[in-house]
Each structure stands twice: as structure tokens, then as C-alpha cells.
């Protein structure tokens, strides 16, 4: 760490740590997994999953994480071609990974718009109570009315109401794990009652989209609660996460991008009241590693090959363009018929974007004749997130990621393997020494908890009781 790096806002100042850490997001539905070589394995069965979160735990991960799809995307009536399996429910998954795991921490993707505060926040609870305190909650709003439908209150929200709704939901739920105080339960048997009287608070909360009246069933976890991530990145998302969370899974992994996030999180951090080192960042991201920089980029034409085929560069278009492009060729260029701007059925779940499609598809057309590029080249540029991507040997990948660590860009790095069950053993086994090596990344876990190896402060008690009604 050093004193240049430091950003200075108002009284505050954030100041590097100088150290990296990794989490791992077992991706399941997304065009980036490959399931078109042997070695690829399941997306469902829990051995995969046993196997990734072993690894990463051997490798010193501080997370394993795990989105959330509420509904398998549709295109053209099928499951969408870029999807390769809907995602097994995260809580259930890592109940069942916590008891083969010992120190990684648990992170489930749960939304705030179709799930109720008192039941999230008890199963949450749940899980840091039966994993020890490694339990962390990625908060998220999801933004899709196609998704919604299935819910008893279907796609009810507009985006601008979501995060109003998801700060009442979070705030309340933090309120139900502060209620049992910390002497809550009896230390011996000598005591008259298990749970001491006065020590359990009870929860009320009457807002618009729900009311809560519970006294909560749990006592606090090792590590007092779980730990709050978050995603979604527009203005208010960022400003929810400054105010909420302890660490944001960003969108923003190249090193100008990742600079620029930092600064912006720090300011809206400082501006919530709270200190400009108290939101982690953790961008999403996907190594391509061997031992030379070019056999690694070698592997990465082969893996952006199997990643995206002729059959998925039309699909991924057509998500945008809302109709059939089947008669496009996929080597050849963008299609130069336009997009539908009207709301479409043949995909369903992403992508399409209604009135600013046709704006959108001339500014693909644009920078695909600027690179020469096919269909398919164009997609794998996109799909593969090329911009998150460190390919190259595991020492100049190791000598990137320093040069974060160093400025402080980020916290660590949720890594998307891009084979599953195998994608995180080079990591392990040639990075992260690397990485040691020079002096960025952990050589143990800091404790059990994974607010202790996140190196998080235990919360303060959540203020007082917002008056019952004040807050929607
Ligand atoms: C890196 C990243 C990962 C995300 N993962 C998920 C996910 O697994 N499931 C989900 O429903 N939404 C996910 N989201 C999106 C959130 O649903 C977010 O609430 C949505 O984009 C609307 O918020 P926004 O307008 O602030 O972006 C993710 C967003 C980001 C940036």
C-alpha cells in the first residue's frame, strides 16, 4: 500500500490494502460454459460442485458463489442455445457444500422482489448458523416482468421502485438477525430460560409491499450475520450498495474501469456516512492461463470455439434483434436488416431492447466493420466478456493482478471458470503461488468466518427501530 494511491474524499480516505483475494462463481446458465468436450462435466450434478468448491477452498478462495435464474431462458420456444442448464437453488446447494467445506464462504444470489423479508432472512440465517458463519447473501433486484409472471405477485415492480423496495427488505432483514443479543442464549444450565428474557427483540415493519410482525426463531452466527453482497449497477444500485452492503460483485473488471468504479463507490460510500474502505469490490471475471503467453492465447481461440458455435452467434443475435436471423451466415457480417422495436416473443428471459434496438444494432454494425469481424467473431467477443478476461502465463497474469492489488482497484475477483468441473485447478495450482509469491494473496485463511477472512468488521447493531410505517 502505498500513500499515492490513496483517494481522498471530504475528511475520509481509502487506502489500499495492497492484497487480492478470489471467490469463484459457478456460473450453470450462461453462454460463457462450455458442454461441448469431454471434459466437460455436469452443471447439476452436486459433484461438480463438491469438486469446484474443494479447489477453491485448497486455493484459499474467501468465496463460493452462486447466481440466480428464476426462470430458464426461451428462444424461439426452446431453452435458449446459450443456456446450459437452469441453476440448482443456491441455498440447497450450499447447505449441501457447507458440510464438505470447512473455512470458504457460502454466497447466494436472492432476489428482492419476489421473496419476503422474515422468510429470506430466516433461511439465511439458516445457512450461517449450520456452515459456522460463513453465510453471505448477494442482494439483487432482478428486472424482468417474464420472470415475474410465475410469482404470486407476478413482474410487479417497476425498476425504478425496486431498489426503494429492496432497501426497506434489507434493512429489515438486518433488523432480524440484530434481534437476538449477543448473551441472548442461556450459557449454562443453571439459567432459568434458554433464551434470557428481554434479549430478543421482536420485528414489526408495515410498508407497501409487505408487513412483517415476527419475533425472530434464531440466534445470531459466529459471525454475528451474513455477510451483505450485492449486484446491479445503475446509479441507485450503486448507491443501495454503499449504503447496504459489504461487498459489491461488480460489472467492471478492466484496470481503467476497475479504477474509475472504485473511485465512484468510495464517493457514494463516504456520501452514505460510512468509511471509504467499508465496500469491498469484487469484479466478475474469467483467467485463461498457461505457461507461456502464447500457448494461452492459443487456449483462448479454442475455448471462445467451443463457447460459441455457429448455432449460438445466430441465437445471441436474435436475442437483440427479436427475430428469426437463421438465414444469416455466421462467418460472414452483422446482419443488415433491422431490429424489431416492438415487444417480441421469440426470446425471452434477456437481451431484447425494444425501442433502442435499432441504435444498438448500428453501433454493433459500426465496431464489427471496424474489426473485421464476422458474426461469430463479434459474438465471442461479446459473450465471452472479453474485457474480463486475463489470458496469458500464470507469471504476467500474476504481475497484472499485483499491479491491482497495488492501486487498489479491487478487493479480489470472482472468478466463472470456463470448464466445469476442472476450470479452477490451474488457478490453484500455478497462480495463486504466483500471486503469494509476490506477496498479494493470502497464505492462510485469517479465521473461520467469512466476514474474518473478508477481513470485514463485525456490524455495528443496526440503529434503533426505524419508526413502524417510516420506511416502504
Ligand atoms: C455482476 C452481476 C451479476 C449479477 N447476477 C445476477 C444473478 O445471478 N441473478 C439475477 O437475478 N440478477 C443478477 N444480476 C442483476 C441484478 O438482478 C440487478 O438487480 C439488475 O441488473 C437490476 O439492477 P441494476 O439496474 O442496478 O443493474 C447481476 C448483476 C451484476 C452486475
Known sequence: MSQENSIQHGRATFRPSGKIQFGVFFQGVNSGTIWKTPEAGSQTDFESFRRIAQTAERGLFAAFFLGEGLRLREHLGRPHALDVAGRPDAQTMLAALASVTRNIGLVATQNTTYNDPADLAHRLASLDLLSGGRAA??????????????????????????????????????????????????ASTAADSWAAPGHVRTVRHEGQH??????????????????LFQAGDSPDGRDFAARQADVIFSAHPKFEA?????????ARTVAAGRGANDVQIFPASEFILAATDQEAQEKKEWVRSLQIGPQQAIAYLEQFWGRELSSFDPDGPLPDIDPA????????????????????????????????????????????????????????????LAEYARVGAVDGFN????????????????LVPELQERGVYPTEYAGSTLRENLGLATPERSPELVPVGSVR
Open 210 to 227: 409487505y408487513t412483517v410482525d415476527v419475533t425472530p426463531r434464531l440466534p445470531r452466527s459466529a459471525q454475528y450475520r451474513p455477510v
Open 341 to 400: 422495436v416492438e415487444t417480441t416473443s421469440e426470446t425471452r428471459g434477456s437481451g431484447f431492447h425494444g425501442a433502442k434496438a435499432r441504435e444498438l444494432a448500428e453501433q454493433w454494425r459500426a465496431e464489427a466493420a471496424e474489426h473485421g469481424w464476422s458474426i461469430r467473431q463479434f459474438v465471442s467477443s461479446r459473450t465471452a466478456r472479453i474485457d474480463s478476461t486475463f489470458t496469458g502465463s500464470y507469471s504476467s497474469v500474476a504481475d497484472t
Open 415 to 430: 472468478i466463472s471458470p470456463w470448464i466445469i468441473p476442472s476450470g479452477l485447478d490451474d488457478i490453484v495450482n500455478h
Open 258 to 266: 476497475a479504477v474509475a468504479f472504485r473511485e465512484d463507490i468510495v
Open 137 to 186: 447473501w448477494n442482494v439483487v433486484t432482478t428486472d424482468n416482468a417474464w420472470t415475474g409472471a410465475n410469482f404470486r405477485r407476478g413482474g410487479y415492480l417497476d425498476h425504478s421502485d425496486r431498489y426503494v423496495h429492496a432497501e426497506a427488505f434489507v434493512q429489515t432483514a438486518k433488523r432480524i438477525w440484530d434481534s437476538w443479543e449477543s448473551d441472548a442464549v442461556a
